[in-house]
């Protein structure tokens, strides 16, 4: 089954500080990955994608990775700020393009002053 | 260009009753999506258009669920009759057709539906 698990599920850290979310994913054959950053009411926003040929991708103070071999990728975080606190969302697609896509259920970071 | 809009930012209604959502896309994108979000389970596919043609409606729940795309412009979601369990953020997005595999889907701002 098509699966996308992210870790934590929630997170606080203080303002300035580095983080790291998991993503581990069983989809196949795999196509691409991608990380969405949701505020508060309002939809998600893409920060990265990457196909099974790119191991990183950055994106401002936002960096993703991703391991094919292990099927895991990881989202840092650096030098955090307030307006980093948000939900952010694994989504991991099987086909080209944009669909179908198989989500994630999120990893809510906080970050506190 | 405005973004996906989407339409009532919010709607509470009473079990029973048929709610409509409704969704503008981006203008000139091709495809054009349905999500549900709940804290349970996320972010679900409902489903998704392409050129106006609905492509997959395996995520629906059940027959209480429907959507429409008269025209490339506008698509509507409704439920009829409408229960608390459908209580849920529910989200439009489109793209452009695939020309890569890094073709985005930009979200619209949601739909808060309460159920009471």
């Known amino acids: 089954k098509n699966q996308v698990e992210q870790s934590p599920q929630s997170l606080i850290i203080l303002e300035g500080k580095n983080c790291t979310l998991q993503?581990?994913?069983?989809?196949?054959?795999?196509?691409?990955l991608r990380w969405y950053k949701q505020d508060t009411g309002r939809g998600p926003v893409s920060l990265t994608i990457?196909?099974?040929?790119?191991n990183t991708k950055s994106n401002g103070r936002y960096t993703a990775t991703l391991d094919a071999d292990t099927k895991q990728s990881s989202l840092h975080i650096t030098a955090s700020q307030l307006s980093d606190s948000a939900s952010y969302i694994c989504?991991?697609?099987?086909?080209?393009?944009?669909?179908?896509?198989?989500f994630g259920k999120g990893t809510r970071l906080s970050v506190i002053a | 260009d405005a973004g996906v809009i989407q339409s009532p930012r919010h709607e509470v209604t009473e079990m029973g009753q048929e709610v409509t959502l409704r969704c503008k896309p981006i203008?000139?994108?091709?495809?054009l999506f349905w999500y549900r979000q709940t804290m349970m389970r996320g972010l679900e596919l409902l489903i998704y258009?392409?050129?106006?043609?609905?492509?997959?409606d395996s995520g629906m729940p059940e027959d209480r669920f429907s959507a429409k795309m008269p025209n490339a412009s506008f698509s509507t979601l409704k439920i009829q009759p409408s229960e608390p369990r459908d209580s849920a953020v529910y989200f439009c997005?489109?793209?452009?057709?695939?020309?890569?595999?890094?073709?985005?889907?930009?979200f619209g701002p949601g739909t808060r539906l309460t159920v009471l």
């Open positions: 997005a489109s793209s452009f057709f695939p020309t890569s595999e890094y073709n985005e889907q930009f």
């Open positions: 258009f392409n050129n106006n043609v609905p492509i997959d």
């Open positions: 993503c581990n994913y069983t989809v196949s054959p795999f196509s691409n």
């Open positions: 203008s000139g994108h091709d495809y």
């Open positions: 989504v991991v697609s099987w086909s080209w393009g944009n669909t179908p896509l198989v």
């Open positions: 990457m196909t099974f040929s790119e």
